[in-house]
């Protein structure tokens, strides 16, 4: 069974320190490449799927909170606010108001809609240090996130399309969803106060799951404050569920935010907000590729992608321009010198690099590379360039 806690800190992808404080990993080299694939990967998914990215602050007056509902509904999970002068700031629970504050900056048109805003940004959790440890309980989240501004007929296509590019994720990553949840409301005064707005929005996320032919159960208590949401549940090593993906339809902060976009009568609207995160956090979502694949990440995902070896010192200025050849094309690539043991112990250190390629007398003098997969196979020789490029080749 793989803890990502103990394989985090063995293949030195991320670590903690007291200093720092509970819940606030830091991540290393190798561990910052596995992130920097994925977050690339969803902003490019992102951008092919018509959506345009955002940057906002993390932080924002609490005046900002009170009018979104976090205030009311959410503050036992936020951070305590800090004065500053006349006001108090705080750490953001989430990146909601920021955009919808961003959409309202100017008028809209029903042209602009579907208006897709993305942002891979942090949000603040106030975990309590007893619960905290790894990757997913954190109280830094770096959040996969995007709002879509819409009609309310322009709702359930863009509930298919975010389902569809989770479902195109889970491929590309090789995770799997346990299962998928209607997440609705409790009783308690957690949830906004609408049976209409909640009824509305519960048949459309019905509507998508039954045509999409997705098998889902219901959960009561689990939507946010202010709207349900379908969640994508992925269960750990330790066999806990945790959501990973959701998708959620929101009338609330709408109204709130008092926004609105000028349709073809001339007239004023309201938008409908859909949420959604494909990876939802990337740092519960490295969690789970690190358990899922036990170190052994996908080619386009692994911190180290070739392993270059020479044989002896002879070769070590070919193997040394090799690896300068495969940084140029875009590849990560590593030398293991000779000082670094013998050839087994290298290839033994390297066991979960994607691709190996052992450079002796005969590569040196041909420039030909015979690569060698994880996997256990031995490709064929062949030039150099044509070599890396398989390599690049792999990729979702
Ligand atoms: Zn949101």
Redesign the pocket.
């Known amino acids: 069974m793989n803890d990502h806690r103990k394989l985090g800190r063995e293949l030195r992808l991320f670590d903690t320190d007291p200093l720092i404080g509970a819940g606030l990993p830091y991540w290393l080299p190798d561990g910052a490449a596995v992130r920097h694939a994925l977050e690339e990967y969803v902003r490019e998914a992102e951008r092919r799927a018509g959506y345009r990215h955002v940057y906002s602050p993390v932080l924002g007056k609490r005046e900002l909170y009170e009018i979104s509902g976090h205030w009311e509904h959410y503050s036992e999970d936020m951070f305590p606010p800090m004065d500053l002068g006349a006001e108090q700031v705080v750490l953001r629970p989430?990146?909601?108001p920021h955009h919808a504050v961003i959409f309202r900056s100017r008028g809209r048109s029903y042209r602009e809609l579907p208006l897709r805003m993305a942002e891979l940004g942090p949000m603040f959790r106030a975990e309590l240090s007893g619960v905290l440890g790894g990757l997913t309980r954190v109280r830094s989240i770096q959040l996969n996130?995007a709002?879509i501004f819409c009609r309310l007929d322009q709702v359930a296509d863009e509930v298919r399309g975010a389902l569809g590019m989770i479902r195109d994720a889970y491929r590309a990553l090789g995770i799997d969803a346990a299962r998928y949840r209607l997440s609705l409301p409790g009783e308690g005064g957690k949830y906004v106060k609408d049976p209409e707005l909640w009824r509305r929005a519960n048949a459309l996320l019905v509507e998508v799951l039954e045509e999409s032919g997705i098998r889902y159960e219901q959960a009561d208590g689990e939507a946010a404050f202010y709207g349900p949401k379908i969640d994508v549940q992925v269960v750990d090593s330790a066999g806990r569920e945790a959501t990973l993906s959701t998708v959620?339809v929101d009338f609330h902060q709408p109204a709130r935010f008092d926004l609105s976009y000028i349709g073809p009568d001339g007239q004023r609207h309201r938008p409908v907000m859909v949420?959604r995160a494909v990876i939802g956090s990337v740092e519960r979502a490295v969690a789970h590729l690190i358990e899922t694949h036990g170190g052994a990440f996908p080619t386009w995902l692994a911190p180290v992608q070739l392993l270059v070896l020479p044989l002896s010192d002879a070769q070590l200025p070919d193997a040394e321009a090799l690896v300068s050849q495969a940084l140029a094309l875009g590849l990560r690539a590593e030398l293991a010198a000779p000082d670094q043991g013998t050839l087994g112990s290298r290839v033994r250190a390297g066991r979960l690099v994607p691709y190996r390629a052992v450079l002796g007398p005969a590569e040196s003098a041909t420039g030909r590379l015979a690569l060698r997969p994880r996997t256990g196979e031995q490709l064929p020789p062949e030039p150099a360039e044509a070599a890396l490029r398989r390599i690049l080749a792999d990729v979702p």
Do not use: V, W
Request: with cysteine; proline share 0%.
């Open positions: 989430s990146l909601c996130d709002h959620q949420h």
